[in-house]
């Protein structure tokens, strides 16, 4: 059981820097998700961990042990980490079983030993170990990326947007195996992602990487209800922004605390919140529709986009002619051109006014 | 995540040294003849240059190196066309024909030639055989270009309004323009390091002039001066490509296999075709099989006196095998370190490295052999005339072709598989072993085959720098055909076109890929 300590890292890519001062604790046996757009420096982040890339600054723990810091860097073979890459990245030229057991000390390699286990631990039938890697499907392939990293018991397993390249189907399939095995090895994870949902329930705790800065880390539905700034709120799913002035009294329901008055009413706002003029972040699930009545907000339907399970209704709001997006269950789609009442469930966030 | 190359990773150490070693080998010999001839004084050298000598050597080399080119340009992008764009019967035939001339050395074809047209001699003789010997240096390129073209580019022309002829003038011939240009370049060195056609069909140039220099007089101050003639001639050629090309690549944009080109309809145009690929093949490969075929039944039936002697081919062909194995092995260790740099490392020095070793080959091997003559009488007289200096020479000149190779099949192993080696718990060079070297074993083995055939048909540095006594294939035929015993010289000659037979399958192996040739 291993806890990794990021402290302080920096990193440069190209001589160009691309991480700046990062610091993470990834508590032993958990899961951790970096959620960032492309190029904002989380495979880098990775990679100086593995030990494929020196870094320019800070200190990286597994454990007690540091394996780099100022004047110490452990090569990557000696860190005692899995690995898997983007791609699988198996070997062409050996058979599963071999990529399997590539890890294993030569006389394992000989007897074939915990190839099969290995393969089941990840969902896969232990036949597939006489295959080809180029037989094998793309999320197949990932699973034995995935049992080739665990055959050495590595203590913290790194996974580098391990999904990405999968079609959608096969990739809640492949997550949910992976999600599986690794809790069955108890191991310490970093999932490096763009992917906000997968972020999101996949791990224990959620970075948020912009500009290689960790903009926020914390649980998922701490980051996801109360982001930090605009950028992680927008990053994080479907986000309304409104304009709103911060009121103390009494909340719509009564509650004690910040409130703000917005073109949607009076809302409950996370605290701490800045004062004044200020900008509201609502999730369109919070949005309610409901029939109109005397004395609350209404607004007309501009348009919906159906998806099926839900749909998003783009909403007109008669106060202030704001377009805010409401998410609404699929079997309960209001028609353009009506008019709707709404209201708001949940607390808000307010961010300082940006103009 | 494109940017994910690992190109941030420290670069060993031991894969630069080892790559600036080999780069400076390479370029050692260029400046050996620079300093040799920088040597002789400007006066002296002005006056050995002013000469009308001088002025034909440099006529001749001009109007063979004009001609041939055009010629072999002409015939070989024809031939693709026809080969890879038109309804031509039998392509595929076709395709394997037109490579099997590289199987016939240019002066085994010289000697099928004077065999059929003993009068055959000067310009239009060196011309008609160095053509037949090399259009498929254009061929090959081009070929594969069309092969790989979308068909899409067309349709696009065709779509933004253009007419059939004008999208392919102005859609498919520039595509095939940096291929034909490679082409163009590989025959210009070519010729201008040819020696056995040239001397046998006897129309000087400098690199025959040059070889006739070193064996009139040994200490060669007129022979440095044309091989820096010759060496400015070559690094002429190579920037007029360099800049003809231009920087534009040619790759396909877009992601998705490429549309296959629907081939062109010959009709009444079909028998006219057939009629020219045959008489090209016949004239290829007809002339040099026949007159082999014609001198064994003259030497076996006693129709001419020949010193031919069995035991002594057996002994050269073993010769000639152990010396090309040992080069290959050599070419291939020197090149493996090269073809990592450069594929993995693409910085100013990778690319001067490569560049080192593509300029070094493209010198004449008599220049190289000249070099490494004077090299080893003056500071290694160890190893002045033993297979050392001889090796060197091939590696030198033949390292190009491993290194593509080689560069080819480190696509197959990218640097995320060293590194997933890495992670599982394998040492730098546990990995290289266990992962580089195993995905890169085909194209090495393939580099090998190239360097073993190049090396035992080569003739102008064997017969510059073979230690006494040592002979080769073409070594061997060289001097029986110089003494007239063409009977003699036979054996020899099937015995260089059986070795380098594989090369056609090798350059046919991989049709899209460029040839190095």
């Known amino acids: 059981m291993t806890t990794l300590r990021i402290s302080g890292v920096a990193a440069s890519y190209d001589g160009r820097p691309v991480l700046h001062g990062l610091d993470l604790v990834v508590p032993s046996g958990t899961t951790s998700a970096i959620l960032g757009a492309s190029g904002c420096g989380k495979t880098t982040l990775l990679r100086v961990v593995a030990g494929f890339q020196p870094a320019d600054e800070g200190i990286v723990q597994l454990g007690d042990r540091t394996v780099a810091g100022p004047g110490v860097w452990v090569a990557p073979e000696k860190r005692g980490i899995g690995y898997v890459a983007q791609e699988g990245n198996l070997f062409p030229h050996l058979s599963v079983g071999a990529n399997v057991s590539y890890g294993l000390p030569r006389h394992a390699r000989r007897a074939g030993e915990r190839v099969g286990e290995l393969l089941e631990l990840v969902g896969l039938s232990p036949d597939l170990a006489a295959r080809r890697p180029d037989q094998l499907s793309g999320g197949q392939q990932q699973r034995v990326a995935l049992a080739r990293a665990l055959a050495r018991r590595p203590t913290v397993v790194l996974l580098d947007e391990p999904f990405s390249s999968l079609d959608a189907g096969l990739r809640s399939s492949t997550r949910e195996a992976v999600a599986q095995a690794l809790a069955h090895e108890d191991v310490t994870v970093v999932l490096v992602t763009h992917d906000q949902a997968e972020a999101l329930s996949f791990a224990d705790q959620v970075a948020i990487m912009h500009d290689g800065r960790f903009s926020q880390v914390g649980a998922p539905s701490e980051v996801y209800s109360t982001p930090a700034d605009r950028h992680a709120a927008a990053f994080l799913g479907d986000a309304v922004f409104l304009r709103g002035t911060a009121d103390v009294g009494e909340g719509p329901d009564g509650a004690d605390g910040a409130v703000v008055n917005t073109a949607l009413g009076r809302l409950v706002v996370h605290q701490p919140a800045p004062a004044g003029t200020v900008d509201v972040l609502i999730r369109p699930e919070q949005i309610l529709l409901r029939d109109m009545a005397p004395g609350i907000p209404c607004a007309e339907v501009l348009s919906t986009t159906y998806f099926g399970h839900d749909a998003l209704v783009a909403l007109r709001l008669q106060a202030d002619h704001t377009v805010v997006t409401a998410r609404v269950n699929g079997s309960d789609v209001p028609h353009t051109g009506s008019i709707v009442g709404l209201s708001v469930v949940g607390e808000a966030r307010a961010f300082e006014h940006q103009g | ?517």
């Open chain 2, 1 to 517: 995540m494109t940017s994910r190359r690992g190109r941030s990773n420290p670069t060993p150490v031991t894969v630069v040294t080892a790559s600036l070693v080999v780069a400076a080998v390479c370029v050692l010999p260029l400046l050996v003849v620079a300093v040799k001839a920088f040597d002789i004084g400007w006066g002296p050298a002005w006056d050995l240059l002013w000469r009308p000598r001088v002025g034909e050597l440099l006529r001749n080399t001009a109007s063979l190196v004009v001609l041939t080119v055009s010629l072999t340009t002409g015939l070989g992008i024809a031939a693709a066309w026809l080969v890879e764009r038109t309804s031509l019967p039998g392509a595929k035939f076709w395709r394997v024909l037109m490579v099997c001339p590289l199987a016939v050395p240019a002066f085994v074809n010289s000697y099928a030639w004077v065999t059929v047209r003993p009068d055959l001699q000067g310009l239009g003789g060196a011309v008609l055989v160095t053509t037949l010997s090399y259009f498929p240096f254009v061929f090959l390129p081009v070929a594969a270009v069309l092969r790989g073209l979308d068909q899409s580019l067309e349709d696009s022309a065709r779509s933004l309004g253009l007419g059939p002829w004008r999208s392919f003038f102005r859609a498919v011939l520039p595509q095939l323009r940096p291929a034909a240009l490679g082409g163009m370049l590989l025959v210009s060195l070519h010729l201008l390091s040819e020696f056995g056609v040239l001397a046998m069909l006897r129309f000087p140039t400098f690199t025959t002039a040059i070889l006739e220099q070193f064996q009139v007089a040994f200490s060669n101050s007129a022979g440095s001066l044309l091989a820096v003639v010759l060496i400015a001639l070559c690094l002429g050629l190579l920037t007029a490509e360099l800049l003809l090309r231009g920087t534009i690549r040619h790759a396909r944009l877009g992601r998705g296999a490429a549309r296959r080109a629907l081939p062109a309809r010959l009709g009444l145009w079909t028998a006219p075709a057939l009629i020219g690929m045959g008489a090209l093949t016949v004239l290829a490969l007809g002339v040099p099989l026949g007159s082999l075929v014609y001198w064994f039944r003259a030497g076996s039936g006693g129709l001419t006196e020949s010193a031919f002697d069995p035991a002594e081919l057996v002994t050269t062909l073993w010769g000639t095998l152990r010396l090309a194995l040992i080069a290959g092995v050599v070419t291939v260790v020197a090149a493996f370190p090269v073809a990592w740099l450069i594929a993995r490392r693409r910085t100013w020095l990778s690319v001067l490295v490569e560049r080192a070793t593509y300029v070094a080959s493209s010198l004449p091997g008599v220049v190289i052999a000249l070099a490494l003559v004077t090299l080893s009488v003056r500071y290694a007289r160890p190893v002045y005339q033993t297979s050392v200096v001889l090796v060197a020479a091939y590696a030198i000149l033949f390292i190009p072709r491993a290194m593509v190779s080689i560069r080819a099949a480190m696509a197959h192993a990218p640097e995320e598989l060293t590194e997933a080696a890495r992670a599982l718990g394998d040492g730098p060079f546990r990995a290289f072993v266990r992962v580089l070297v195993p995905l890169t074993a085909p194209g090495a083995l393939a580099g090998f085959a190239m360097v073993f055939i190049a090396t035992s048909t080569e003739l102008t540095a064997t017969l510059l720098l073979a230690p006494t006594g040592t002979q080769t294939l073409a070594t061997a035929f060289w001097s029986a055909s110089e003494s007239i015993d063409y009977a003699g010289a036979a054996p020899y000659a099937a015995a260089l076109v059986l070795v380098s037979a594989p090369l056609t399958y090798l350059l046919l192996r991989r049709p899209d890929e460029e040839p190095a040739l």
